[in-house]
């Protein structure tokens, strides 16, 4: 598709902007003979440059002298439907050159809905769906992000996979396929090379060994890759600036990776680890360059659980002076137990965002959730007194062991809230309460991993018993759609069965899951159907002794820690957070883990 085709269509179709690159602070690609790199994000341009793992590996392999990285975004319906019309391919955004033009093409996999869209991305590059229905004429296609705790689903799809942070394996990456094309390598031998770089999987050779339908062992097992300095780790300041209003249109400075809370169905908690921070003085230089080469007027202070920065308050200060003023300090869902009003104060005074997760003290210590109904009044307390009159509140429902009463916990931590309000406001405003609810997913790398997703009759039951018990004045009741949650489920713990199931749902016009208006449950369950599959098999509970297809990758955590994570939960027992000392769950043997700064 030339240029000229190019702005024809773009010019029939909402934000343009979306596709037609040419940002602020875009790289220098005046580099003859280097190697094309193309990231592929599928969803949105709005999502993609919203992500920052996308947004480092990005501006990391174009500072290189002999890479040029690229983009390439799901195109929105508008233009996704005439692209189909027309025949015309998708392009990268930076050359406007079809994908197959590329050495590799990356896909950043980012949440399970989003796999009919990596298929769809396929289908418009003109490239087969399945790695082995490729040839040399074709790019290496290789994905990483979070899904890769559980690959299986889509890694047919892959000649390569990365599993685990790619500051160092994309580096290694780049160089295997720049010397396998300066040396003409066939794919096998660049594979072969792949194979040897810490946290590459590839798909034709490391899986499952089945015995029937039982897994009994498997080709390889192959370890996540992890930064070993964190602090010394690449991090762009420079950045795209977007040319249309994106998700998180602001700058991001990621404090540490990995959590130490522990909570047993967060699957990111256990996945990041070992937990590594950021040395204060750091964060500090790339805050300071970050407000200079940018622009923004914001900036998100970001981590899985950014209150346990050890030293948030001197950043908070001094990223103030930095900013003269001038620049608002964006804080994510906070913690209860870690709520301070110096970092409230920071946060947006429209509302107080905080996740429960659950409504009682016995299920927060069931999931380990180390916060009491104590710790929560004292923080509305705080938050009422500095001037807040929103609140937002996320539970889940569905967790292991809940019963009625949990879910009547949650009804009263909101009338508890209302009546601290009355006493402690300091507002003139009417008291605002959202509370919403997802349905838990057991997630691979968690303790409940071998949990099951409940039926949709006891989601209703639950459903229609909180819209009651919130029928309150100034409260406003959220909930996650249960069919999207249970194809979720389906995905979360999947094999490699599904890959067929996914290829038949996109065929059979299913994308962009992940949109509610676009999501389709019969097609899912008729695509299984055609393909033989029972969608049921996934979501049941699984025995703790049966091996899981994506046990083939260590994380790092043990599986005997996971268990005994689980044990504890059945027997309401808490884990002390890792800040505490040491709990043993295993991921030091992939790195020193520490939040010292």
Same mark, same amino acid.
């Given at each position: 598709?030339?240029?000229?085709?190019?702005?024809?269509?773009?010019?029939?179709?909402?934000?343009?902007?979306?596709?037609?690159?040419?940002?602020?602070?875009?790289?220098?690609?005046?580099?003859?003979?280097?190697?094309?790199?193309?990231?592929?994000?599928?969803?949105?341009?709005?999502?993609?440059?919203?992500?920052?793992?996308?947004?480092?590996?990005?501006?990391?392999?174009?500072?290189?002298?002999?890479?040029?990285?690229?983009?390439?975004?799901?195109?929105?319906?508008?233009?996704?439907?005439?692209?189909?019309?027309?025949?015309?391919?998708?392009?990268?955004?930076?050359?406007?050159?079809?994908?197959?033009?590329?050495?590799?093409?990356?896909?950043?996999?980012?949440?399970?809905?989003?796999?009919?869209?990596?298929?769809?991305?396929?289908?418009?590059?003109?490239?087969?769906?399945?790695?082995?229905?490729?040839?040399?004429?074709?790019?290496?296609?290789?994905?990483?992000?979070?899904?890769?705790?559980?690959?299986?689903?889509?890694?047919?799809?892959?000649?390569?996979?990365?599993?685990?942070?790619?500051?160092?394996?994309?580096?290694?990456?780049?160089?295997?396929?720049?010397?396998?094309?300066?040396?003409?390598?066939?794919?096998?031998?660049?594979?072969?090379?792949?194979?040897?770089?810490?946290?590459?999987?590839?798909?034709?050779?490391?899986?499952?060994?089945?015995?029937?339908?039982?897994?009994?062992?498997?080709?390889?097992?192959?370890?996540?890759?992890?930064?070993?300095?964190?602090?010394?780790?690449?991090?762009?300041?420079?950045?795209?600036?977007?040319?249309?209003?994106?998700?998180?249109?602001?700058?991001?400075?990621?404090?540490?990776?990995?959590?130490?809370?522990?909570?047993?169905?967060?699957?990111?908690?256990?996945?990041?680890?070992?937990?590594?921070?950021?040395?204060?003085?750091?964060?500090?230089?790339?805050?300071?360059?970050?407000?200079?080469?940018?622009?923004?007027?914001?900036?998100?202070?970001?981590?899985?659980?950014?209150?346990?920065?050890?030293?948030?308050?001197?950043?908070?200060?001094?990223?103030?002076?930095?900013?003269?003023?001038?620049?608002?300090?964006?804080?994510?869902?906070?913690?209860?137990?870690?709520?301070?009003?110096?970092?409230?104060?920071?946060?947006?005074? =429209? =509302?107080?965002?905080?996740?429960?997760?659950?409504?009682?003290?016995?299920?927060?210590?069931?999931?380990?959730?180390?916060?009491?109904?104590?710790?929560?009044?004292?923080?509305?307390?705080?938050?009422?007194?500095?001037?807040?009159?929103?609140?937002?509140?996320?539970?889940?429902?569905?967790?292991?062991?809940?019963?009625?009463?949990?879910?009547?916990?949650?009804?009263?931590?909101?009338?508890?809230?209302?009546?601290?309000?009355?006493?402690?406001?300091?507002?003139?405003?009417?008291?605002?309460?959202?509370?919403?609810?997802?349905?838990?997913?057991?997630?691979?790398?968690?303790?409940?991993?071998?949990?099951?997703?409940?039926?949709?009759?006891?989601?209703?039951?639950?459903?229609?018993?909180?819209?009651?018990?919130?029928?309150?004045?100034?409260?406003?009741?959220?909930?996650?759609?249960?069919?999207?949650?249970?194809?979720?489920?389906?995905?979360?713990?999947?094999?490699?069965?599904?890959?067929?199931?996914?290829?038949?749902?996109?065929?059979?016009?299913?994308?962009?899951?992940?949109?509610?208006?676009?999501?389709?449950?019969?097609?899912?369950?008729?695509?299984?159907?055609?393909?033989?599959?029972?969608?049921?098999?996934?979501?049941?509970?699984?025995?703790?002794?049966?091996?899981?297809?994506?046990?083939?990758?260590?994380?790092?955590?043990?599986?005997?820690?996971?268990?005994?994570?689980?044990?504890?939960?059945?027997?309401?027992?808490?884990?002390?957070?890792?800040?505490?000392?040491?709990?043993?769950?295993?991921?030091?043997?992939?790195?020193?883990?520490?939040?010292?700064?």
């Amino acid at each position: 598709m030339n240029e000229k085709e190019r702005k024809r269509l773009y010019a029939t179709v909402s934000k343009p902007a979306r596709y037609t690159g040419g940002e602020f602070n875009l790289p220098d690609f005046n580099k003859p003979g280097a190697l094309r790199f193309c990231f592929c994000f599928p969803d949105t341009y709005e999502i993609g440059m919203s992500n920052l793992g996308l947004r480092i590996l990005y501006h990391m392999l174009n500072e290189r002298e002999d890479c040029m990285a690229e983009r390439c975004f799901m195109p929105w319906i508008d233009l996704y439907e005439k692209l189909v019309s027309e025949h015309l391919p998708i392009v990268a955004i930076e050359s406007g050159d079809e994908l197959t033009a590329f050495d590799v093409v990356g896909f950043s996999i980012q949440y399970e809905l989003a796999y009919t869209n990596v298929v769809a991305m396929l289908k418009l590059a003109g490239i087969p769906y399945y790695a082995k229905d490729r040839g040399e004429e074709y790019p290496l296609i290789i994905a990483g992000g979070p899904c890769m705790a559980n690959p299986e689903p889509f890694a047919d799809f892959f000649d390569a996979m990365t599993v685990g942070e790619g500051e160092e394996s994309m580096m290694q990456i780049v160089d295997v396929v720049k010397e396998g094309k300066q040396k003409n390598w066939s794919k096998e031998v660049v594979l072969d090379k792949l194979s040897e770089i810490q946290g590459v999987i590839i798909p034709s050779r490391d899986k499952a060994v089945y015995d029937g339908d039982k897994i009994v062992s498997f080709t390889r097992i192959v370890k996540k890759a992890v930064v070993q300095d964190f602090d010394k780790a690449y991090f762009p300041t420079k950045i795209l600036l977007p040319n249309t209003e994106i998700v998180h249109d602001r700058g991001v400075l990621e404090l540490y990776r990995g959590c130490s809370n522990g909570c047993r169905f967060c699957q990111a908690g256990f996945y990041y680890r070992p937990l590594r921070a950021r040395n204060l003085n750091t964060l500090c230089t790339f805050g300071e360059k970050l407000i200079k080469d940018t622009g923004y007027e914001e900036m998100s202070l970001s981590s899985l659980s950014t209150g346990d920065y050890p030293k948030l308050k001197e950043l908070i200060e001094h990223l103030k002076t930095a900013g003269e003023g001038k620049t608002r300090l964006s804080l994510p869902s906070m913690r209860v137990d870690s709520f301070e009003s110096v970092f409230a104060e920071e946060a947006r005074k =429209s =509302s107080l965002t905080f996740a429960p997760e659950a409504g009682t003290d016995r299920l927060r210590a069931v999931i380990n959730k180390n916060i009491t109904s104590e710790d929560i009044e004292k923080s509305m307390i705080s938050a009422f007194k500095l001037g807040y009159s929103s609140v937002k509140l996320y539970f889940m429902i569905g967790l292991p062991t809940e019963t009625k009463e949990d879910l009547d916990g949650i009804a009263d931590i909101v009338k508890t809230i209302i009546e601290l309000y009355k006493i402690h406001r300091n507002s003139g405003k009417n008291l605002s309460i959202t509370v919403s609810t997802s349905v838990f997913i057991p997630k691979p790398v968690t303790p409940f991993q071998w949990e099951r997703f409940i039926s949709r009759e006891e989601f209703e039951e639950k459903l229609v018993y909180l819209r009651e018990k919130l029928r309150m004045r100034g409260v406003h009741y959220n909930w996650h759609d249960y069919e999207t949650s249970y194809m979720e489920a389906v995905l979360a713990r999947g094999d490699r069965k599904l890959s067929k199931v996914i290829v038949k749902a996109f065929e059979s016009g299913q994308i962009f899951d992940s949109w509610s208006e676009f999501f389709h449950s019969e097609i899912w369950k008729k695509s299984a159907i055609e393909c033989g599959i029972d969608l049921n098999e996934y979501v049941k509970e699984r025995d703790v002794s049966s091996v899981m297809p994506f046990e083939y990758i260590d994380c790092g955590i043990l599986r005997s820690y996971l268990e005994e994570e689980r044990k504890k939960a059945y027997d309401e027992t808490t884990t002390k957070n890792c800040l505490q000392g040491c709990n043993a769950c295993g991921a030091n043997k992939l790195g020193r883990c520490s939040l010292c700064c």
